[in-house]
């Protein structure tokens, strides 16, 4: 089992960048896929990215594709979303989430453990 720690919200203007980590703690972080979701008021949870074990492949949606880079320290339980060009449509509350591999999924549905959630609010 692993519990996640998210940190690093705030608020920002349009353009600027926010660094987002979430701390994991609990046994064989290293096994575990790596993701960060995010949900607006009033709407689902959604796909952000996500990164293999080893931290060598990553994943995104259209909406965040260079803009947006997860990474992963093993040494550091430690996953990492940097966050650049910031817009108003990112505003959300992001998740960070953990699956046991090999699968890099997409869905919430996929995912067993999460964290608590940490408020981003980019203002125009």
């Known amino acids: 089992q692993v519990q996640l720690v998210e940190s690093g919200g705030g608020l920002v203007q349009a353009g600027d960048s926010l660094r987002l980590s979430c701390a994991a703690s609990?046994?064989?972080?290293?096994?575990?896929?790596m993701a960060w979701f995010r949900q607006a008021p009033g709407k689902e949870r959604d796909f952000v990215a996500a990164i293999t074990l080893s931290g060598g492949t990553a994943y995104y949606p259209d909406s965040v594709k260079g803009r947006f880079t997860i990474s992963r320290d093993n040494a550091r339980n430690t996953v990492y979303l940097r966050m650049n060009s910031l817009k108003p449509e990112d505003t959300a509350v992001y998740y960070c989430?953990?699956?046991?591999?090999?699968?890099?999924?997409?869905?919430?549905?996929?995912?067993?453990?999460w964290g608590q959630g940490t408020q981003v609010t980019v203002s125009s």
């Open positions: 989430a953990a699956k046991k591999a090999p699968s890099v999924g997409r869905s919430v549905r996929e995912y067993d453990y």
């Open positions: 609990g046994r064989s972080f290293s096994t575990y896929v």
